[in-house]
T-cell receptor, first 113, second 113 residues
Framework: DTGVSQNPRHKITKRGQNVTFRCDPI?????LYWYRQTLGQGPEFLTY????????KSRLLSDRFSAERPKGSFSTLEIQRTEQGDSAMYLC???????????FGPGTRLTVL | DQQVKQNSPSLSVQEGRISILNCDYT??????FLWYKKYPAEGPTFLIS?????DKNEDGRFTVFLNKSAKHLSLHIVPSQPGDSAVYFC????????????FGEGTQLTVNP
């Protein structure tokens, strides 16, 4: 079991550019979550998928953000026209069911200059 | 609004003594609570959970206590070890919210040798 993996681990970009992050969940998990964490705060929920269906989105997820999980396996999170306020750690987690433990990946740290 | 609060940003204890981390919540619909630990440059790691039908759950050195009337939970670590030094996050979920986790701000625990 390789756990949840995320790529890239770090991303530095200029304001206005688009970025895409990838998350590979634990293989047998059908639920996949995205969270965002800023300095001094706990992770904040962004969205989650059950298999390929995106079932819930937080109001934090502006229209510049889009997430996909096309085949119910890996997921991508894209941020268009990045802003400095998007700088944060983006965390992915996976779980097997509604009350199953969510296992987190190492995160992608985004810095927008 | 901050529905899960950890009022102590930091806690320092001696090796071998008890560490007590506290968490308060405001949403009475929360019915499942978890503690995660986070080391720098890693994602949160699950420690222990408790359902609202219980008031205590124990796993080795870790015990979580839940006081529903006070909307308060605590994590006890006995005995504390230097390797326990990390940021600890309290999280909560409710059955009707699709299992999204709402996190507190975290408490930095330092265990001194």
């Amino acid at each position: 079991d390789t756990g949840v993996s995320q790529n890239p681990r770090h991303k530095i970009t200029k304001r206005g550019q688009n970025v895409t992050f990838r998350c590979d969940p634990i293989s047998e998990h059908n639920r996949l979550y995205w969270y965002r964490q800023t300095l001094g705060q706990g992770p904040e929920f962004l969205t989650y998928f059950q298999n390929e269906a995106q079932l819930e989105k937080s109001r934090l997820l502006s229209d510049r953000f889009s997430a996909e999980r096309p085949k119910g396996s890996f997921s991508t999170l894209e941020i268009q026209r990045t802003e400095q306020g998007d700088s944060a750690m983006y965390l992915c987690a996976s779980g097997g069911g509604p009350r199953d433990t969510q296992y987190f990946g190492p995160g992608t740290r985004l810095t927008v200059l | 609004d901050q529905q899960v609060k950890q009022n102590s940003p930091s806690l320092s204890v001696q090796e071998g003594r008890i560490s007590i981390l506290n968490c308060d919540y405001t949403n009475s619909m929360f019915d499942y609570f978890l503690w995660y630990k986070k080391y720098p440059a890693e994602g949160p790691t699950f420690l222990i959970s408790i359902s609202s039908i219980k008031d205590k759950n124990e796993d080795g050195r870790f015990t979580v206590f839940l006081n529903k009337s006070a909307k308060h939970l605590s994590l006890h670590i006995v005995p504390s070890q230097p390797g326990d030094s990390a940021v600890y996050f309290c999280a909560a979920s409710q059955e009707t919210s699709g299992s999204r986790l709402t996190f507190g701000e975290g408490t930095q625990l330092t265990v001194n040798p």
